[in-house]
């Protein structure tokens, strides 16, 4: 998978010298076959997918990286999107019948920009488009989670796409969720913040018990 400015191009995109393909981000030696890679990582030929390492990143804005510059054209972010996977270890995969190469990703591989709403109490259905124009409903197939900041106590929204892939849910739109948001009690005694979609209830956060 080989890029050429915003364009993509059909032969194999190598980046680095064949040492360099043998390294993590983080700097330690990848396996000649990653022990963690989904099982359904296709095969083609009779072989096994070249393992290639992609000059990729995803800054947590959403946007998307090639040699440090910013990939334009939507159209081609949504393509790569298609063969993105997360293994066991959380790393992030490019995977084509024919390659395979481990990217950089700073938060989440998306972001959510929109919400609508539909129904109420239990019934209620939340939709989230993400900046690369899925749409999913939240439920039991899509939950949603808040990571509280340990340091600043800041929470961070997630909604998973689909499998081990998430989209951060824009401030905007969390500020939606927190308003239509209802107050319920928990057995431990505690008062839980959150809202309903497809009839489960998400969590947005805790208050102390009386």
Do not use: C
């Amino acid at each position: 998978m080989r890029m050429s400015g915003d364009k993509a191009v059909p032969n194999p995109m190598k980046v680095g010298n064949a040492m360099a393909n043998d390294k993590r981000s983080d700097g330690q030696t990848v396996p000649e076959t990653p022990p963690d890679l989904p099982s359904d990582l296709p095969v083609a030929l009779g072989r096994t997918p070249t393992l290639e390492q992609y000059d990729i990143r995803i800054a947590r804005d959403g946007t998307w990286f090639h040699n440090g510059d910013p990939i334009r054209r939507i159209e081609l972010a949504k393509l790569f999107s298609t063969v993105l996977k997360r293994d066991d270890d959380g790393d992030y995969w490019l995977i084509t019948p024919v390659e395979r190469g481990r990217i950089v990703v700073d938060d989440a591989p998306f972001v959510a920009v929109e919400m609508t709403v539909a129904g109420s109490g239990a019934d209620q259905v939340l939709s989230f488009r993400t900046n690369l124009d899925h749409w999913v409903e939240a439920g039991p197939e899509h939950p949603i989670r808040v990571a509280v900041n340990p340091e600043t106590g800041e929470p961070a929204p997630y909604i998973e796409i689909r499998s081990r892939l998430e989209a951060l849910i824009l401030r905007p739109v969390f500020y939606d969720m927190v308003e239509r948001s209802e107050t319920r009690r928990t057995e431990t005694g505690e008062s839980e913040v959150g809202l309903w979609s497809n009839k489960v209830f998400f969590t947005l956060g805790r208050l102390p018990g009386d």
